[in-house]
């Protein structure tokens, strides 16, 4: 087996990514200090053609080099809004019509293994729904009033003696996710 070069992979040019069509994805970060799980996020929601992130409270925004040391240029490929709080995020995306998920540990969560993916997405009329999936601060998680304020609770089912797991990491799973279904079903 030969490794393929970067080349040969045929990636999209940034602009050739903005103008492509979008997983009907938002991805939230809810007071995420780590400005490299920052830049992690926005590498793998590049990957996976994610519509947008919405970077809230202490969230630092682009441009920011720390940002951009794991990122690798994703954070000028997707699209980005900043938000004061997540609350405010949540209020704009249930404007819009979105469903909007938490992704926390909460009594009568979801596991991230038994989403109906199908429900998440169809809507009444037959149009796709976008979807919001919100991550939390790296200590203290989701807030509680945006967990309050969201249509469901997405848990990621863990078997060892930790009870988190680094937010990039969990994004990384829980988008890897909806992009399977929404790659597979619904493209």
Not at 74 to 100: M, P, Q
Not at 130 to 154: L, M, P, R, T, Y
Request: proline share 3%; aromatic share 10%; hydrophobic share 40%.
């Amino acid at each position: 087996m030969r490794k393929l070069r970067t080349i040969e992979m045929h990636r999209l040019s940034v602009e050739e990514f903005r103008e492509a069509e979008k997983m009907p994805l938002v991805v939230v970060l809810d007071d995420v200090r780590s400005l490299y799980n920052v830049g992690s996020v926005f590498r793998t929601c590049d990957a996976f053609r994610v519509e947008a992130v919405y970077l809230c409270g202490i969230t630092a925004t682009p441009p920011h080099p720390e940002i951009h040391k794991t990122a690798l240029g994703g954070e000028e490929s997707v699209t980005w809004r900043y938000f004061k709080t997540a609350d405010e995020a949540v209020e704009e995306l249930h404007r819009e019509g979105c469903l909007v998920y938490a992704v926390e540990q909460a009594e009568g969560s979801t596991s991230l293994d038994g989403l109906d993916f199908h429900r998440m997405y169809g809507n009444e009329d037959g149009a796709r729904r976008k979807v919001a999936v919100i991550f939390g601060n790296e200590v203290k998680g989701v807030h509680q009033s945006v967990v309050d304020a969201s249509d469901g609770c997405i848990e990621i089912p863990q078997f060892g003696t930790k009870h988190s797991m680094n937010v990039a990491v969990t994004a990384g799973m829980v988008i890897w996710e909806f992009a399977k279904y929404f790659y597979h079903h619904l493209k």
